[in-house]
């Protein structure tokens, strides 16, 4: 942390930032944590993972409420509050208040369209509804352009194509978010479904079972069991 201290007073770049909150949390300085992520999502407002670990905080800390009120404060004094508007957003969906969290995205797109972690979290939870497959396929689309590395924002995308009945073109993109974080077990859960649906059971169970040596949570792993009993 030292090093890292030092090397901040030199000048900060979003990767250094999040290094540096990886490492304040390993440290278990959470308030420092949360000051670096800050830093990071004003520095570049596509980082999907200063978003994820920001949430994470307020979440484990039971700060979301006074969160949200502090960001929404926020938002009234800037021009462009697409940051301010996209951790309200990820805020209310940890709530569970899933329609506020659309209302919040909208709101991000509203200020710019290419909005990349606001477009796939709006795609993620159209997806989940079934709602409005095309836009959300879409804004999952938008997103990929914006960051096409990001196993997580690809997994949107596949998601998309396999809630939209397109299983061969899910498949292809599930697998590489296998590839590219192999110890997440959704993304092996989802290869699963899609290779069901394409009608590749025993690849399909294979996946499945994958998923499940990942250690998924005990919903997901609820899900996954369900699935595995659907395809025998």
Known sequence: MSRLE????QGV???????????YLALKDLASA????????????SRNDAYGLLGSIYVNQGRIDEALREYEALSQKQ????????ISGILLERQGKVD????????????????????????WLLANRGQDLDKALQLAQTAVAASPESPEILDTLGWV????????????????????APAVPEYHYHLGLALLKSGDAAKGRAALQRALDAKPNAAVSAEIHRALESAN
């Open 100 to 123: 506020a969290a659309i209302k919040r995205y909208e709101d991000v797109l509203a200020l710019d369209s290419r909005a990349s972690v606001a477009a796939n979290n709006l795609a």
């Open 161 to 180: 194509y396999y809630k939209k009945d397109l299983p061969t073109l899910a498949v292809p993109i599930f697998k590489e978010c296998v590839e590219k």
């Open 79 to 86: 021009a462009k509050p697409i940051g301010a508007f996209t």
């Open 13 to 23: 770049s979003p990767d250094l930032l999040i290094m540096a909150a990886n490492t």
């Open 6 to 9: 030092a090397r901040l007073k």
């Open 34 to 45: 949360e000051k670096v992520l800050r830093e990071a999502i004003e520095a570049d407002p």
